[in-house]
């Protein structure tokens, strides 16, 4: 009885070696996309932290990270959406050709994606230094904390509610500054017939002893 063909039988060499093949593309893919979510979700915090300091008034530290190539894409993006033309630029601007070389060299960048992702994990390690970066971030997680916890959304309004709640009045208070006040009305001539008292009480128990 002849054995037939056993190249289908997943215990051969071939067939293991293309299913451990297709396992360690599958890792890796899996890594990929790790990587990637990561790195997206770098970019929304660090997005919504801009926004956050734009809407509290904050200076922004983008001039601080980035390089020409900020200025050349905003740039860029004007002349293609139309918003600017080359004879709109003003007298001490560049000229039309540096504006186009810079357009140029721009658009090659930009085709870059590798240079891109650098240029952005860059930026966003050096915003995760930064102090302002790191308070904010923290006051955003209590916040969310906060916000998502009803507990604690409740604790805090009592909180907030107390102190802003008016103090009542001290009556003991004013009752010893009108004390006070009378004690300070006191004429010098009392005062004075006060300590003639004094003086006379103490001459008697003086004399006595003698």
């Known amino acids: 009885m ?3 063909d056993l190249s289908w039988h997943p215990s051969t060499f071939a067939n293991l070696k293309k299913l451990w093949e297709a396992e360690q593309a599958n890792v890796q893919e899996s890594q990929k996309l ?3 979510r990561k790195e997206k979700e770098a970019e929304r915090d660090a997005d919504e932290l801009r926004k956050l300091q734009e809407e509290a008034g904050l ?3 983008e001039w601080m990270y980035s390089g020409s190539s900020v200025g050349a894409t ?4 004007e ?4 918003k600017r033309r080359f004879d709109q630029l003003p007298p001490n601007d560049l000229d039309k050709s540096s504006a186009f070389d ?10 870059s ?5 650098s240029s952005s994990r860059d930026i966003e390690s050096k915003l995760r230094e930064d102090p302002l970066f790191t308070v904010k971030m923290k ?3 209590i916040v969310r904390d906060i916000y998502e916890n009803p507990l604690k959304r409740a604790q805090w309004e009592m909180a907030a509610r107390k102190r802003e709640a008016p103090k009542p009045q001290n009556d003991g208070g004013s009752l010893n500054d009108s004390t006070r006040e009378r004690r300070r009305s006191r004429s010098p001539t009392s005062r004075s017939r006060d300590e003639k008292n004094y003086d006379s009480h103490y001459k008697y128990r003086r004399d006595r002893k003698l």
Request: hydrophobic share 30%; glycine share 14%.
């Open 79 to 82: 002349f293609l959406l139309g």
């Open 34 to 36: 790790d990587q990637l």
């Open 74 to 77: 905003t740039l860029t993006e």
């Open 59 to 61: 200076l922004r530290v």
């Open 102 to 111: 810079k357009i140029s060299s721009t658009k090659q960048g930009l085709s």
């Open 113 to 117: 994606s590798n240079s891109l992702a």
């Open 2 to 4: 002849g054995g037939g």
């Open 139 to 141: 006051e955003r997680e």
